[in-house]
């Protein structure tokens, strides 16, 4: 079966919370044996870590849940709008360097932000942990267990839809 969904979680440096979403929604999509259908990749608006594995700090706590976390970092491109049928952003500032790729807002449904699919949590927005300490990796992960359940639903309504 061919990839018939793409999908893209965008943060700032690529080795903290999108490389936890790639991480996880990969394990529910696997589990749900829709790998070969559901195309999954993570990109940061900086480039500054790029080729590198994630974050140690992030790799850990996600190894305590069993969620592997492989990705190497690399920085968004443009044309990611055009080849992503979803571009998910961690916080209002990606949101705001995204659409500065997209001036005549073509497309503006595909970019949203992660926290819209989150049900158990008020959070708008998916707080950057980096310089933070290690509850703020595991509330990353939180947020990611509750959004890509979501998420992963609407993935495949969008799959039965011809
Ligand atoms: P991320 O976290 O955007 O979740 O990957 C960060 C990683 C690195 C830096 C900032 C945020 N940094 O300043 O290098």
């Known amino acids: 079966m061919a990839t018939r969904f793409r999908l893209l979680f965008i943060c700032l440096g690529n080795i903290c919370r999108s490389p936890a979403a790639e991480g996880v929604m990969r ?32 790799t850990a706590a996600a190894a305590r849940r069993q969620i592997p976390l492989t990705s190497r970092a ?28 997209d001036p005549e807002g073509l497309h503006k449904q595909k970019v949203r932000l992660f926290c819209e699919f ?9 707080p ?16 990611m267990e509750d959004g890509c359940k979501n998420l992963l639903t609407h993935i495949q309504k969008s799959l039965l839809t011809p």
């Not at 790998?35 to 990749?41: L, P, S, V």
């Not at 950057?128 to 947020?143: A, S």
């Open 27 to 58: 394990k529910l999509v696997a589990d749900a044996n829709l790998t070969d259908q559901i195309f999954i990749d993570s990109a940061g608006t900086a480039g500054w870590h790029t080729g590198k594995l994630p974050d140690q700090r992030m």
């Open 74 to 101: 690399r920085q968004v491109h443009p044309s990611d709008l055009q080849s992503f049928d979803l571009a998910l952003v961690m916080d209002h500032q990606n949101l705001h360097d995204l659409r500065s790729f």
């Open 118 to 126: 989150c049900t158990d949590h008020p959070d708008t927005e998916v």
């Open 128 to 143: 950057d942990p980096y310089y933070g300490g290690p509850e703020g990796f595991e509330h990353v992960l939180n947020l």
